[in-house]
């Protein structure tokens, strides 16, 4: 078993798959059975399902489609994160749906996946994500704003700063480079300062700006268009 695709007791990942299609449930389920460290413990084939099998088998990531019946994906996602302990979210997508990606980004997911995303980069994904890394890179999340056109981007800009003027001057730094898609030891030897003190600053960041992942600030980061 790989080390890096167990969580705290070194049990397996436990993955939740969701998709109202079976074709692609069983696609998933195929793939991640021979990955040896992550296992499917459900499925559910639409949102209302995907949040009643979250509570029932504690998965700790849950593979999350969008286009889906009675509850879609953006629901389903705010819903999940919204509860205590719960799973990261990983969104999957296409280029024809990037207002929901962002949504379900704000609503806490922890990234997106392309649904032709190569098979050993969607098991990366779901360790890293396991880990609390988060998948989405600052230059997709300018492909996805740049692709839709936002009338209300000028009034989240000034909510985005506004919040982000709470900050001290090293958090903003801080800040500024999560949203360029700095690692910690990126940030660390950047601003000259130990791992573990960026590491107490992104804390501190998710505290005071209430958000659930790093994707969120680079979201806000962006929102405020400070990069």
């Keep these: 078993m790989s080390a890096a695709g167990v969580v705290a007791g070194g049990r397996p990942i436990r993955l939740l798959l969701v998709d109202d299609d079976p074709l692609v449930r069983a696609g998933l389920r195929i793939l991640v059975g ?11 084939g639409d949102g209302a399902e995907a949040v009643t099998a979250a509570e029932a088998h504690w998965p700790d990531v849950v593979l999350m489609d969008v286009r889906m019946p009675r509850v879609d994906g953006l629901a389903a996602t705010r819903r999940i994160r919204g509860r205590a302990n719960a ?9 024809d749906v990037d ?25 990366q994904a ?13 230059t997709a999340i300018r492909r ?10 000028g009034t989240r800009r000034a909510r985005a700063r506004s919040r982000l003027a709470e900050l001290t001057g090293r958090e903003t730094e ?9 690692s910690n030891a990126e ?4 601003l000259s300062m130990g791992v573990p003190t960026v590491k107490g600053h992104v804390s501190r960041l998710l505290t005071k700006l209430d958000l659930n992942n790093r994707v969120q600030i680079a ?9």
């Design 144 to 153: 996805l704003i740049d692709h839709v056109a936002d009338p209300a981007a």
């Design 99 to 123: 207002d929901y990606v962002l949504e379900a980004l704000r609503g806490g997911a922890s990234g997106f996946l392309l649904k032709d995303t190569p098979p050993r980069e969607i098991l």
């Design 187 to 190: 940030i660390a030897a950047e």
């Design 126 to 138: 779901v360790r890293a994500v396991a880990s609390g890394a988060a998948i989405l890179s600052p």
């Design 174 to 182: 801080v800040a500024v480079l999560v949203g360029r898609g700095r």
């Design 87 to 95: 799973p990261h979210v990983i969104v999957l997508t296409t280029f």
């Design 219 to 227: 979201l806000l980061v962006h929102d405020a268009e400070l990069l």
């Design 34 to 44: 021979g990955s040896g460290d992550i296992e499917v413990v459900g499925e559910a």
